[in-house]
């Protein structure tokens, strides 16, 4: 299973970007998608994340702010990000997990940059 992750960017404070997150197999055989972050000297957290039947969860620090979705026909999630702010500026990967014949298999997807210029 390949994740691609894309969208990322340069934006001002209070802008928007979509990432996107392109899936190699059906996203009917995933049963979680994230989107995580890590800024330099910190460890890597949980930006938003959402089960197949599509309940979603989002750290704290973005709620109201990002929206994470998936498209199945195109194989892909996304990370809706609005309101940006210069916290947010970190490499975004996305993660996907399957379970399959009882064990659980998870994929990265390679990172995509956002700056967050204030």
């Known amino acids: 299973v390949q994740l691609q992750a894309s969208g990322g960017g340069l934006v001002q404070a209070g802008g928007s970007l979509r990432l996107s997150c392109r899936v190699s197999?059906?996203?009917?055989?995933?049963?979680?998608m994230a989107w995580y972050r890590q800024a330099p000297g910190k460890q890597r957290e949980l930006v938003a994340s959402?089960?197949?039947?599509?309940?979603?969860t989002y750290g704290e620090s973005v709620k109201g702010r990002f929206t994470i979705s998936r498209d199945n026909a195109k194989n892909a999630f996304y990370l809706q990000m609005s309101s940006l702010k210069s916290e947010d500026s970190a490499v975004y990967y996305c993660?996907?997990?399957?379970?399959?014949?009882?064990?659980?298999?998870?994929?990265w997807g390679q990172g995509t940059q956002v700056t967050v210029s204030s």
């Open positions: 993660h996907a997990d399957q379970l399959f014949s009882g064990t659980r298999y998870d994929f």
């Open positions: 197999i059906s996203m009917h055989s995933l049963n979680v």
């Open positions: 959402m089960i197949d039947g599509g309940s979603t």
